[in-house]
Nanobody, 116 residues
Framework: QVRLVESGGGLVQAGGSLRLSCSAS????????MGWYRQTPGKQRELVAG???????DYADAVKGRFTISRDRGKNTVDLQMNSLKPEDTAVYYC??????????WGQGTHVTVSS
């Protein structure tokens, strides 16, 4: 039903920037939540940034002031601009949306590696 594809990951030096994009294919969907999560081996998947249905952006404390989330309903995309990257930001980044039917949909993830 909802298919999500992340892109934009890669290798960057500390202090650099990357922009991630999550594309939702198929029909245009209405979501009560959309956002980005990340996960490293042996750790819990954590929320990085997201939009509620009210359009309020929420950020993890670790990325506040460095990351910016944005959305484009026409393209069914949610983007994450990541600036001043640190080695601790290294992770697989996942896009997630929650439908008004309360179903969660996840992308396959895109790798971000920040070297020191």
């Amino acid at each position: 039903q909802v298919r999500l594809v992340e892109s934009g990951g890669g290798l960057v030096q500390a202090g650099g920037s990357l922009r991630l994009s999550c594309s939702a294919s198929g029909s245009i969907f209405s979501f009560n939540f959309m956002g980005w999560y990340r996960q490293t081996p042996g750790k819990q998947r954590e929320l990085v940034a997201g939009f509620s249905s009210a359009g309020v952006a929420d950020y993890a404390d670790a990325v506040k002031g460095r990351f910016t989330i944005s959305r484009d309903r026409g393209k069914n995309t949610v983007d994450l601009q990541m600036n001043s990257l640190k080695p601790e930001d290294t992770a697989v980044y996942y896009c997630k949306v929650r439908s008004w039917q309360f179903s969660d949909y996840w992308g396959q993830g895109t790798h971000v590696t920040v070297s020191s």
